[in-house]
């Protein structure tokens, strides 16, 4: 019966592959292991038919331990199977080149895994009967010349029929250089019977290959090793060009001397282009056929090299306003205007200069041998002109923008990782400038990224140290006069006593993921104080709390809130949680599931900043809503008769059939309120009612505000 050898750190796959084996070949010897040290052991012992065994192991990885294997005396043939992670290409190829038969896909392939072992085991049988017809050929040489001269005509005989079963190119080679004996399979790929080969020169009859085997031939009868395997191209008989793993071994008489050399030869041709299609795809992006970051950063030391007095420059490109692309349009629409891009930076750049995808909407270009600062700004204009111009893609007409950032080398860098995060630093200043394309790498923009990570670690802190307060902007109902509720606005205050207003920290907490525990936070401290505000049989005092699109994508919002409203006992129907409008629509389907879920809980929802995205009214409609905050932006400039009273009318006309609240912000002046309510407007918020402030203050201003009677009880209270 054969016999397989696990090797795998993990005990549950161990017993999962030894599982899958037991089905391949019912009743075979299975020897697992958890160490190479343990295997090592045993394998001086023994020989199996099939080694499999994992790539990541501590201590010695997969490569290391088929290579271990192959350097034993009885370890040269067995066939090795490595088992990697579907993402670990370059693993793979290691391994390979370590001298792994061949390689599996982590989790295994049931189908898969039986169909490869079955083969394997099968391929060492031959292989097997092969041997075991050579030692008996060495034994009934011992008998006598006669003897020795009729058994190695019959083993051979026998030897030929065996291998002419096996789906290799299998061959015997004499000292003279004459063929002892060929299988079918090689005789027919060079356009003969096998008994016409016999005792012609090989060399010869493998023509262009032949001096290439001669050669290694000699090496086998001059040190009577065996050579390692090696690969081979030649073609076919159609002209086909194949690739061949080929091995030489000794066969020996009975003295121990060697008599032939067996040449064995797998068409891998296969293989090898699943080994090429895994080596490009581990260096290209898939979706632009680009080089990639990993391809890039091993790229950009070698460029460097070979103009080791030139200078470079490195330009970061991130795509203005792809993220709306994808919103709108959909990804199918956001991935051919990146196959688009691609094609059009190619077209730009000089013949050895390199274009990468650095992932998502980022590319990259290596723009070599520069003569300076003046030609970097002059490719970085001619990318920025042809990522502007409209792309036409499935009927839709898309346009974009982009912010570049360039580092030159050797002054920001010589590394490709420095060249790059310099470069990057660049191209978020270029982005945050607003005012060009490009900007160049300087010192102080080093300096800012510093500065950047010390906020990180101060928002950090400040959580910890409970710095961060909430501040109340009345909401006044422009149908009785009177501030019905407000809305939660955080502010950082520092030991020093200073407050720092939210767009100097948000942005940061955004990005870094901090917003979930600030969010969290706001969340308890208005329900907290929501909560002081209405007591039992107090008219409705509402609070309503921004809830940032990150929070929104999250899984644990619902709870968030669920457990929020328990711990404080705030009545649901006293929040209004607000999202953005660009968050709604990014995901229209997921936040209607998520929103329909928070509103059932009893809470109202809010839409801020409406107006301001793209094809918001196609979504709206599909949204359990309650209220739309119109943005600011429409107020600002609001004048009777007017295109943003014009854009108003049509919200306020929209909210009516959908039977939502309509609520402006940024109302700063007594006309712009008197406008809104001749528009239709139920809720208005602004300086004009009051600014952002303490529970206390906000207590006087409801107290001294006319209408004020049915709330200045309950939040005079509250701020006692």
């Known amino acids: 019966m054969p016999s397989l050898l696990i090797l795998d750190d993990q005990d549950i796959n161990r017993r999962v592959y030894a599982k899958l084996a037991e089905t391949v070949s019912p009743g075979a010897r299975i020897d697992s292991f958890g160490d190479p040290q343990s295997a090592f052991d045993w394998l001086g012992a023994h020989q199996p038919d099939v080694i499999i065994t994992d790539y990541r192991m501590p201590g010695m990885d997969g490569a290391e331990f088929t290579r271990s294997v192959r350097a034993m005396p009885h370890g040269i043939d067995v066939p090795i199977v490595v088992i990697t992670a579907y993402n670990d290409r370059r693993f793979r190829l290691d391994a390979l080149d370590a001298g792994a038969t061949d390689f599996l896909l982590s989790p295994v392939d049931h189908a898969e895994f039986g169909a490869r072992i079955r083969n394997l085991i099968a391929l060492n049988l031959h292989r097997k009967i092969l041997r075991n017809q050579a030692k008996a050929l060495e034994r009934e040489l011992a008998d006598s010349e006669r003897s020795r001269q009729r058994l190695l005509h019959d083993s051979r005989e026998a030897l030929a029929q065996v291998i002419d079963t096996l789906p290799a190119l299998i061959s015997a080679t004499g000292p003279d250089g004459r063929c002892v004996f060929a299988n079918a399979h090689l005789a027919a790929s060079l356009g003969h019977a096998p008994g016409d080969i016999i005792g012609h020169d090989m060399a010869l009859l493998l023509g262009e290959r032949g001096p290439r085997s001669a050669d290694a031939d000699r090496l086998v009868f001059q040190y009577g090793t065996a050579v390692a395997n090696h690969e081979e191209e030649f073609p076919d008989r159609e002209g086909r060009t194949r690739v061949f793993l080929t091995a030489k071994a000794p066969l020996r008489d009975a003295a121990g001397d060697v008599v032939a050399v067996l040449t064995s030869s797998v068409d891998i041709t296969e293989?090898?282009?699943?080994?090429?299609?895994?080596?490009?795809?581990?260096?290209?992006?898939?979706?632009?056929?680009?080089?990639?970051?990993?391809?890039?950063?091993?790229?950009?030391?070698?460029?460097?090299?070979?103009?080791?007095?030139?200078?470079?420059?490195?330009?970061?490109?991130?795509?203005?306003?792809?993220?709306?692309?994808?919103?709108?349009?959909?990804?199918?629409?956001?991935?051919?205007?990146?196959?688009?891009?691609?094609?059009?930076?190619?077209?730009?750049?000089?013949?050895?200069?390199?274009?990468?995808?650095?992932?998502?909407?980022?590319?990259?270009?290596?723009?070599?041998?520069?003569?300076?600062?003046?030609?970097?700004?002059?490719?970085?204009?001619?990318?920025?002109?042809?990522?502007?111009?409209?792309?036409?893609?499935?009927?839709?007409?898309?346009?974009?923008?982009?912010?570049?950032?360039?580092?030159?080398?050797?002054?920001?860098?010589?590394?490709?990782?420095?060249?790059?995060?310099?470069?990057?630093?660049?191209?978020?200043?270029?982005?945050?400038?607003?005012?060009?394309?490009?900007?160049?790498?300087?010192?102080?923009?080093?300096?800012?990224?510093?500065?950047?990570?010390?906020?990180?670690?101060?928002?950090?802190?400040?959580?910890?140290?409970?710095?961060?307060?909430?501040?109340?902007?009345?909401?006044?109902?422009?149908?009785?006069?009177?501030?019905?509720?407000?809305?939660?606005?955080?502010?950082?205050?520092?030991?020093?006593?200073?407050?720092?207003?939210?767009?100097?920290?948000?942005?940061?907490?955004?990005?870094?993921?901090?917003?979930?525990?600030?969010?969290?936070?706001?969340?308890?401290?208005?329900?907290?104080?929501?909560?002081?505000?209405?007591?039992?049989?107090?008219?409705?005092?509402?609070?309503?709390?921004?809830?940032?699109?990150?929070?929104?994508?999250?899984?644990?919002?619902?709870?968030?809130?669920?457990?929020?409203?328990?711990?404080?006992?705030?009545?649901?129907?006293?929040?209004?949680?607000?999202?953005?409008?660009?968050?709604?629509?990014?995901?229209?389907?997921?936040?209607?599931?998520?929103?329909?879920?928070?509103?059932?809980?009893g809470l109202t929802i809010s839409v801020d900043d409406f107006g301001t995205g793209y094809s918001a009214l196609s979504y709206v409609k599909h949204l359990p809503l309650d209220r739309l905050k119109i943005d600011r932006s429409f107020v600002e400039g609001l004048k009777p008769a007017n295109a943003d009273a014009a854009i108003i009318a049509a919200i306020v006309t929209l909210g009516r059939n959908l039977r939502l609240e309509i609520a402006a912000e940024g109302v700063e002046t007594e006309a712009q309120m008197r406008e809104l309510a001749a528009l239709g407007c139920d809720i208005v918020q602004g300086y004009h009612i009051g600014r952002p402030m303490t529970p206390k203050a906000l207590a006087a201003l409801i107290a001294n505000h006319p209408n004020a009677a049915p709330y200045a009880q309950a939040v005079s209270a509250a701020a006692k």
């Not at 205007?337 to 094609?343: E, P, S």
């Not at 950032?405 to 660049?426: F, K, M, N, T, W």
């Not at 400038?433 to 928002?459: K, N, P, Q, W």
């Not at 329900?527 to 309503?544: E, I, K, M, S, T």
Request: aromatic letters at 6%; proline letters at 5%; a negative charge.
């Open 271 to 601: 293989r090898k282009a699943a080994e090429n299609r895994l080596r490009h795809l581990a260096h290209h992006d898939s979706l632009t056929d680009l080089p990639n970051r990993f391809s890039l950063t091993e790229r950009l030391p070698r460029t460097r090299a070979r103009a080791d007095d030139q200078r470079l420059a490195l330009h970061f490109i991130d795509l203005d306003r792809f993220k709306t692309v994808n919103d709108v349009f959909g990804h199918q629409v956001g991935d051919g205007v990146l196959r688009a891009i691609a094609r059009r930076l190619l077209a730009v750049v000089r013949e050895g200069d390199v274009v990468a995808r650095l992932g998502g909407d980022e590319f990259a270009i290596v723009q070599a041998d520069i003569a300076g600062p003046e030609e970097a700004a002059q490719l970085a204009e001619r990318v920025a002109e042809t990522v502007s111009r409209p792309f036409l893609i499935e009927g839709r007409e898309v346009v974009v923008g982009s912010s570049i950032g360039i580092a030159l080398s050797p002054q920001d860098g010589v590394s490709a990782e420095e060249l790059l995060r310099r470069a990057d630093l660049a191209m978020y200043q270029a982005k945050a400038d607003r005012t060009g394309a490009y900007r160049f790498f300087d010192a102080g923009m080093d300096v800012l990224a510093r500065r950047l990570m010390v906020l990180e670690a101060d928002i950090r802190s400040g959580l910890s140290r409970g710095e961060f307060v909430l501040l109340y902007q009345p909401q006044l109902s422009l149908h009785t006069g009177r501030i019905n509720g407000v809305e939660a606005l955080v502010r950082w205050r520092q030991p020093d006593g200073n407050l720092i207003e939210p767009r100097d920290f948000l942005p940061l907490a955004e990005e870094t993921g901090l917003i979930r525990p600030l969010g969290a936070w706001v969340l308890a401290e208005a329900c907290r104080q929501a909560a002081l505000w209405n007591p039992p049989g107090a008219p409705c005092f509402r609070v309503a709390v921004n809830i940032s699109p990150l929070q929104l994508r999250g899984v644990d919002l619902i709870r968030l809130v669920q457990a929020t409203l328990a711990e404080t006992g705030l009545d649901p129907r006293c929040l209004d949680l607000e999202v953005t409008e660009s968050a709604v629509i990014r995901d229209a389907e997921e936040v209607s599931r998520v929103l329909a879920q928070l509103r059932d809980i």
